[in-house]
């Protein structure tokens, strides 16, 4: 079955550590984005890349990172950076050649704590 | 800069209702509008879109959406609730008139949550 899948679903994190979360599509699809769920403030764009090797900033892209060296995957390194790093991330994909009203397809998220 | 308003945190309504649950937008070009609902620690999954010329549309699970241009609204809405209904919904939409890289970045409402009362 086509889709995307993102691992870990469960991720804890200590203080002062990098972690990297998997997302991989096999839909094909050239665009893949990653989001932060937060309670009461929906989905905020952290990063997003719309051909290999190419990706661009979104609205809270401090203290994260990201890399596109196939068009399958799309990870997402939360650093030490990021200072409330604890929230829901989920990665979603669309198709970039039915037009714009094409709908972006999400993966099933992972939840990061920091302990 | 293209916008989304839920103007309601929170829908309760009893089972066998219709439901509405509330939209609005703002963009510089003609609006591309989506609703998406999540369960609890879930992706989220895609219910229907707004497709031009078309001010009623019908998506999964028998929602569908009401497009008023001239309020900039796209109302999800369905007949008869029920209680599986009962889940967090987001609006979302891309406008026409953003160009290059972040053409096709869509950006949400902040969700209303559902609940469908036996």
């Known amino acids: 079955d086509g889709g995307i899948t993102q691992s870990p679903k469960y991720l804890f994190r200590k203080e002062g550590q990098n972690v990297t979360l998997s997302c991989e599509q096999n839909l094909n699809h050239d665009a893949m984005y990653w989001y932060r769920q937060d309670p009461g403030q929906g989905l905020r764009l952290i990063y997003y890349?719309?051909?290999?090797?190419?990706?661009q900033k979104g609205d809270i892209a401090e203290g994260y990172s990201v890399s596109r060296e196939k068009k399958e995957s799309f990870p997402l390194t939360v650093t030490s950076a990021q200072k409330n790093p604890t929230a829901f991330y989920l990665c979603a994909s669309t198709r970039l050649d039915l037009g714009m009203n094409t709908e972006a397809f999400f993966g099933q998220g992972t939840r990061l704590t920091v302990v | 800069a293209q916008s989304v308003a839920q103007p309601e945190d929170q829908v309760n309504v009893a089972e066998g209702n219709p439901l509405t649950v509330k939209c609005t937008y703002s963009?510089?070009?003609?609006?591309?509008l989506f609703w998406y609902v999540q369960y609890p620690n879930r992706g989220l999954q895609f219910l229907l879109k707004y497709i031009t010329g078309d001010n009623l549309v019908k998506g999964s699970y028998g929602f569908e959406a009401e497009f008023n241009k001239s309020q900039t609204s796209f109302h999800l809405k369905k007949p008869s609730a029920l209680v599986s209904d009962s889940a967090l919904y987001f609006c979302?939409?891309?406008?026409?008139?953003?160009?290059?890289?972040?053409?096709?970045?869509?950006?949400f409402g902040k969700g209303t949550k559902l609940s469908v009362i036996p």
């Open positions: 963009v510089s070009g003609n609006p591309y």
């Open positions: 890349s719309q051909i290999v090797n190419d990706f």
């Open positions: 979302a939409v891309r406008d026409e008139r953003i160009l290059g890289a972040g053409s096709y970045q869509l950006t």
